[in-house]
């Protein structure tokens, strides 16, 4: 790290909180890594110091809003970023990291000189509860931004805040919060309701922008929701709560029996946010716009309506557990990805071309046909080696319904995220299928675990474009695509999968058949980052 500023040197750090603020402004903005990393420095000498307790939470209040905007100008170097991160990315995130957990425990120590003295600052106690459950969620936030799994140690932090402020009857004393309140005021009931209801929206699913979208809506709703030790409607006989936290346990909220429940579980009532949630459904489907729908602007980068659905269904129906998943006899799998290359796999290795014109012959080519009266196979190798696409082996993991986990190997050179396009072959000779990544973990050792959702059908490859060439994002040129089959007897649609861009419901789109056939779409049925999958008539 280059050499510090004479005034931002931990050693020269402040003594309170004033000399804090003077301290913070002399930040190197100019450098934001750097200036994290003085943060860091000072941050962690504030805890190892004495200074005198409502003087701490000053500096920490201070430092919390500088320490925001440093991960925020920080967030684009891992967040939507394919796995794995670069080296540089992996140390903008882990510096992140290590900014959030000093930030939980110096709020800690804030609570432990309040609880004992219990002078001025003992006022400020829901405050400094409601900032502990906040750096908690974060930093389970923070590892879901890179699909990593997290200590399970978090929840048992979480949970016994919540219980220590539920005692001491401050879950919902109004506390100012600036930074992630819409009308900046909060609660620890609100803090903690934000942080369940965030983890139980399965965030390995997520992509970059539908997290984003999450994280605003429950800044709005997160309110519609109470925690209840003893719920006001228990319910018919063998209901089912669809959200319930052990209070005991290192895990999130689950669906539970009524019959079943202790007394350190407490009960989600999501009632008032599942009206909202279907209201706004049933909108969608009568053709409303969510800007109309007081829905958070990130919404218009969704299909929002299907995001609502998932959310309603795993906060508000009690989805039951997923099936246990088998251990096949297969080992590895070949994976291709992105359209180009799953092309050229599918056909066998023959290079795309532009089905309505002719390619001018290379001098090898040319050379061939006047010498042989036809292109040899080594030179039509020679050709196909410089697209170098390769297929890369990854092992299986498991099964379960037509998904399946796979193992990134070391070898790879491919990132993945989630919403990708894939082809999946099992064995040397097996047909691909077409599949997306469905879900994305970075164990806590590196290793990185994907599930893939086979669309189901064989894959004819096709050339395709939009029909309207406005939309055509290379002017006239044709483009890799493919068509799968109907399945009558599953009643599942013919269906296209083309890039990202080409297809919206309602316009055209063209297939080469012998010549350009129009189409228009009928409905989207996946939206990934790179493809759409589309039925059309």
Same mark, same amino acid.
């Given at each position: ?9 931990p050693?020269?750090?402040?003594t309170?909180a004033?000399s804090?603020?003077?301290w913070?402004?002399?930040l ?13 420095e ?10 005198a307790?409502?003087e701490?939470l &000053?500096?920490?209040e ?6 925001a ?7 684009s ?7 794995p ?9 882990s ?6 957990e000093?930030?939980?425990?110096g709020?800690?120590q804030?609570l ?5 003295e219990q002078g001025?600052?003992?006022?400020h106690?829901?405050l400094?509860t ?19 799994r997290f200590d399970?140690?978090l ?8 219980a220590e402020?539920e ?5 919902d004393?109004?506390?100012k #919060?600036?930074?992630?309140? #819409?009308?900046?005021?909060?609660? $620890? ?11 139980a929206?399965?965030l390995?699913e ?13 800044k709005?709703w ?7 030790a003893?719920?006001?409607a228990?319910?018919?006989?063998g209901?089912? %709560?669809?959200?319930?936290? #052990? ?9 539970l029996?009524a ?8 009960v ?11 209201r ?5 489907? @009568? ?5 109309n ?10 299909? =929002? ?5 998932r959310?309603? &269904?795993l906060?508000c ?7 246990p998943?088998?251990i096949?006899?297969?080992k590895?799998?070949?994976? @291709? ?9 599918? =056909? ?5 071309e ?7 012959? =290379?001098r090898q ?8 009266? &036809? ?11 410089d ?10 993991? #498991?099964?379960?319904?037509?998904a ?7 070898t790879?050179?491919k ?12 064995g040397?000779?097996?047909?691909f ?5 469905r879900?994305?973990?970075?164990? =806590?050792d590196g ?7 086979l669309?189901?059908?064989?894959p ?8 309207d060439?406005?939309n ?6 044709? $483009? ?5 089959p109907?399945?009558?007897r ?8 083309v890039?990202s861009?080409? @297809?919206?419901?309602?316009r ?18 996946e ?7 589309v039925t059309? %008539?």
């Amino acid at each position: 790290m280059a050499a510090l500023p004479p005034n931002t040197r931990p050693g020269d750090a402040f003594t309170d909180a004033r000399s804090c603020k003077e301290w913070l402004s002399g930040l190197p903005l100019t450098n934001i890594p750097q200036a994290q990393q003085v943060a860091l420095e000072g941050l962690r000498e504030l805890n190892r110091g004495t200074m005198a307790g409502l003087e701490r939470l &000053k500096c920490l209040e201070l430092l919390r809003d500088k320490i925001a905007f440093l991960q925020g100008e920080q967030r684009s170097r891992y967040f939507g970023k394919t796995l794995p991160l670069s080296h540089n990315d992996h140390a903008a995130w882990s510096t992140g990291r290590s900014l959030l957990e000093d930030m939980e425990s110096g709020y800690r120590q804030c609570l432990t000189v309040a609880e004992i003295e219990q002078g001025e600052l003992a006022r400020h106690a829901a405050l400094v509860t409601q900032r502990i459950v906040r750096y908690l969620g974060t930093q389970m936030m923070f590892h879901a931004m890179v699909y990593r799994r997290f200590d399970p140690a978090l929840w048992q932090r979480l949970h016994g805040v919540f219980a220590e402020a539920e005692r001491a009857h401050r879950l919902d004393d109004r506390v100012k #919060d600036s930074l992630e309140s #819409d009308d900046g005021t909060s609660s $620890v009931h609100e803090a903690y309701v934000q942080v369940v209801l965030e983890q139980a929206a399965y965030l390995s699913e997520m992509t970059a922008p539908q997290m984003d979208f999450l994280g605003a809506l429950l800044k709005a709703w997160s309110r519609k929701v109470r925690v209840f030790a003893d719920p006001p409607a228990e319910g018919e006989h063998g209901a089912t %709560f669809p959200l319930v936290v #052990d209070l005991a346990k290192s895990i999130g909220a689950r669906p539970l029996h009524a019959d079943d429940r202790q007394a350190t579980h407490r009960v989600l009532d999501v009632e008032g946010l599942s009206r909202s949630i279907r209201r706004r459904i049933k909108a969608l489907q @009568a053709g409303e716009e969510p800007a109309n729908l007081g829905l958070p602007a990130e919404a218009n980068a969704l299909d =929002t309506l299907v995001q609502l659905q998932r959310l309603h &269904k795993l906060w508000c129906e009690g989805a039951p557990p997923r099936p246990p998943a088998r251990i096949p006899e297969e080992k590895s799998a070949g994976l @291709a990805f992105g359209l180009p290359e799953i092309h050229f796999f599918i =056909t066998g290795g023959v290079a795309f071309e532009q089905p309505d014109k002719s390619r001018e012959l =290379t001098r090898q080519e040319k050379d061939d046909l006047a010498v042989f009266g &036809k292109v040899t196979e080594r030179t039509q190798q020679l050709r196909v080696a410089d697209f170098n696409f390769t297929l890369e082996n990854w092992g299986v993991v #498991d099964e379960m319904l037509g998904a399946w986990r796979l193992q990134r190997p070391q070898t790879a050179s491919k990132g993945v995220a989630i919403g990708r396009v894939l082809a999946m072959r099992l064995g040397e000779g097996g047909n691909f299928f077409l599949g997306m990544v469905r879900a994305l973990v970075q164990e =806590t050792d590196g290793r990185i675990v994907i599930s893939v959702a086979l669309f189901p059908g064989k894959p004819a490859p096709v050339a395709v474009r939009a029909a309207d060439s406005r939309n055509r994002t290379a002017g006239s040129q044709w $483009v890799q695509g493919f068509r799968l089959p109907a399945l009558e007897r599953l009643a599942i649609p013919a269906s296209l999968v083309v890039p990202s861009g080409i @297809a919206s419901r309602g316009r055209g789109v063209e297939v080469w058949d012998g010549g350009a056939k129009e189409s228009t779409v009928y409905e989207v049925l996946e939206r990934g980052t790179d493809f759409d999958r589309v039925t059309v %008539f």
